[in-house]
């Protein structure tokens, strides 16, 4: 049996929340829905949605507060409704940079795509403990949150009785409520640095509201028990995050849940000799969520972390938009290409160039800031220019922002041809 | 029924016992005392072949190390299992070192190590690009070589199954008695009767040696760390690399796996036998011995796992390989620390050969096949391959662990082979599935699933490795 051969105008690699949004993007932007198809690993469209199971997706998309699944079904029902092609339950197993995506599903067999431009639209995964070397052995009852929530929103089981949450972003919080809901006690949230990276709502509403202890600058030390985790020793942290010993407690429980952090899936991005963004983990792209080859655009999580899924779909969108102008010979080349500097206290910008004749007042800026700044200016700088100010009451790095450069801004950075990004504290 | 022989512990030596056993006409009997063979020792170590320059001359360690270092590749072959003959390299960085390299060649050329040489300079560092620029020269054994001593253990376990031999799990000996040339194996509720008695009880094989009236050695464990460096790390070293060895053992090494990752460690801290933890002081104290190594940084934040793994020290300073003092069929194969994994192969025809000394009657099995049934692994597959894999059985056209490409129908294998998976761990062991960068975050909830459905058991019942590992304690809304 030999493998089928196939091609297609665009292929989508995941069809959660950013590849759907760009499947419907490209689709909008004249690219008929037979030459696009979604490759989904899951049995279902719809991504790690399907599993958030709680409230709060777009307020900004649809200025109501759906469930995961609820958001999701919304673009699920327009894609289906567009008639756009696509397999489920299968795996991207590689990515080349002639835009040869392989895949393989029990109902396709093994199939070789041939695209002539691709959108990497991956997600991310957790953090595992192992990537902590948390001291103790290895006893069941340590999942990461992620695993726990999939465990009861879509098996209906518990992974445990008794739980502590080592780290408040948000998948964190959520599941402090959620095992509560549940009957689970959860005796502690712990969380390494001295603020949460989680959204504040998430903290009063998960937390707060279930009077479930917030233990910031803390971290757990050793894991107990053999077979199953019988207890965690969480100690307070230094201002070089190093435990203190004489502040270690010990707190019995069944369940670890591990919110430690989640990086984007670029295996397949690597694959292909795609740049990488150190910070971000995830490709380096232009304001078309283009990466550096021609042809292969990259959005959502995959690209970098969001908090909101509302501007994963808005920036998955515009790399569907992009990749249909690239498959018509449209996409606008040509013009200087400005790199994007983050520094003081900006970790990065998303995207990191932008080239001159594509820039206007439209372009949208994300960034993440590294640390909890009250009272700070976003500054934007080309050559020694200000271009733009703005005053911020709060930035956090669990709270991604965003800007557009006015008329006059983007004239300068035409002229100067680069740009930074930076905060100002005083 | 009366077994021909009862083989206590199916970890490597265990299992490669009673493989060896199985080429002949006999009842075996294979007992651990754990769910699964390969639950001691025997996951946790270097997974190294060493060579056999290490040992004193004269000792079992060197001679079992060397024959069996000789005898991995082909039993490797036999049984389907990763290995690579990567060689290993001692490096010195002092004038003690050198002289330490300069025994350890001596002792290797009295213990019948082929093809050692001490080199330095340009072929050492082609060798090696990312030693450390400190390094004066080497011991290089090119025989030396790495393998998977899980997947290793569990093939010879499951080729002695293949080939005859009963497997008894969750079986913990507390007493042995003999009668009329019968002993009598109990675990306080049922009981196992064999004519001969092997006694590969690992970290515990004084315990049974004392049930047999024989107090002749202790075992003292000796815990060693480790930490397990991410795939993208491949190539980082090509051989195995140790520090010279001083009074403490054999150092810290920096080696390959079979599967690409790089390892590092172990130290050696006296502790008690079910310690298995890591600590903060040990990793600390493998990172700093590994660092010395490498002219690279270690790759500290591509960590995929940490792990530690008991040596069985055994006070007598060799291997325990004997009659037992009072029970006469009792074959001792006690205290089989490093080098043990790489004399397996040696120890179990040795084992044999002791066996027949003592008695047994040794008929050729006819039927006895080498080869264990091959092992599907998708991944490392060509496209063809896989397309018609998958044309043929679909459950193999289903990635469930993303990480190391594992597809359905290679967990559902691993669960219907002989002495097949029936935990989480399992799995793990047998197709390699929740053991890449993600550690099973991805793929557990689908593996406990496949285990759920394929031994007919409700979700709740599945268990990393055994009872009282259940991952989930029931279902939502169940708790109060």
Known sequence: MQMIEKKVKIAIIGGGPAGLAAALGAVEAGAKPDDILIIERDTCLGGILNQCIHAGFGLHMFGEELSGPEYALRYIKRVKEAGIPYVTDAMALSLSKDKVVTYVSPESGLVKLQAEAVILAMGCRERPRGALNTPGARPAGIYTAGAAQRFINIEGYMPGKTAVILGSGDIGLIMARRMTLEGAKVKAVCELMPYSSGLARNIAQCLDDFDIPLKLSHTVVKIHGHKRLEGVTIAKVDENLKPIKETEEYIECDTLLLSVGLIPENELTEMAGISIDRVTSGAVVNNFRETDIEGIFACGNVLHVHDLVDFVSGESELAGKSAAAYVRGELPRGGKQINITAKDGVRYVVPQNVSGNALDENTEFFFRVGGVMRNAYIEVYSGDELIYRKKKPRLAPGEMENLKLDAKAVETVRQNGDLTFCINRS | MIYDVAVIGAGVIGSMTARELSRYNLKVCLIDKLDDACGGTSKANSAIVHAGFDAENGTLKAKLNVKGCELMPEVCRELDVHYKNTGSLVV???????????????????????????????????????????????????????????????????????????????????????????????????????????????????????????????????????????????????????????????????????????????????????????????????????????????????????????????????????????????????????????????????????????????????????????????????????????????????????????????????????????SIDGVKKRARAGLGRCQGGFCMPRVAEILSRELGIPLTEVTKNGKGSEILTGKTKEVR
């Open chain 2, 92 to 422: 010195s960085f002092s004038d003690e070192d050198d002289e330490a390299v300069k025994v350890l060649y001596e002792r290797g050329v009295k213990n019948g190590v082929p093809d050692m040489r001490i080199i330095s300079g340009d072929e050492l560092f082609a060798m090696e690009p990312n030693l450390s620029k400190n390094a004066r020269c080497a011991l290089y054994a090119p025989t030396a070589g790495i393998v998977c001593p899980y997947e290793l253990t569990i093939a010879a376990a499951e080729n002695a199954v293949q080939n005859g031999a009963d497997a008894k799990f969750e079986f913990e000996v507390n007493d042995i008695s003999e009668k009329n040339g019968v002993y009598t194996l109990s675990n306080g509720k049922e009981s196992v009767e064999a004519r001969f008695v092997v006694n590969a009880a690992g970290l515990f094989s004084d315990e049974i040696a004392s049930l047999t009236g024989d107090a002749s050695f202790d075992i003292k464990p000796r815990k060693g760390e480790y930490m397990l460096y991410d795939k993208s790390c491949d190539g980082f070293v090509k051989t195995v690399l140790f520090s010279a060895p001083s009074k403490e053992g054999k150092g810290i090494l920096v080696a390959p796996t079979v599967d690409r990752n790089v390892l590092v460690g172990p130290n050696a801290v006296l502790t008690s036998k079910d310690d298995t933890e890591t600590t903060p002081m040990g990793l600390a104290q493998i990172a700093e011995g590994a660092s010395k190594l490498v002219s690279l940084p270690l790759p500290s934040r591509k960590t995929v796992t940490s792990f530690a793994g008991v040596r069985p020290t055994p006070t007598t300073g060799d291997f325990v390989i004997k009659k037992s003092e009072k029970m006469k069929g009792v074959l001792h194969l006690a205290g089989i620390e490093s080098p043990g994994l790489a004399s397996s192969p040696a120890v179990a025809v040795y084992a044999v050969e002791l066996l027949s000394e003592m008695g047994l009657e040794l008929v050729k099995n006819e039927k006895f096949v080498p080869e264990r049934q091959k092992v599907v692994r998708f991944r490392e597959m060509g496209d063809n391959e896989r397309a018609e894999l998958v044309a043929k059985n679909p459950a193999y056209g289903r990635i469930i662990c993303r990480c190391e490409g594992v597809t359905e129908g290679e967990i559902v294998d691993a669960i219907k082979r002989p002495m097949g998976a029936t």
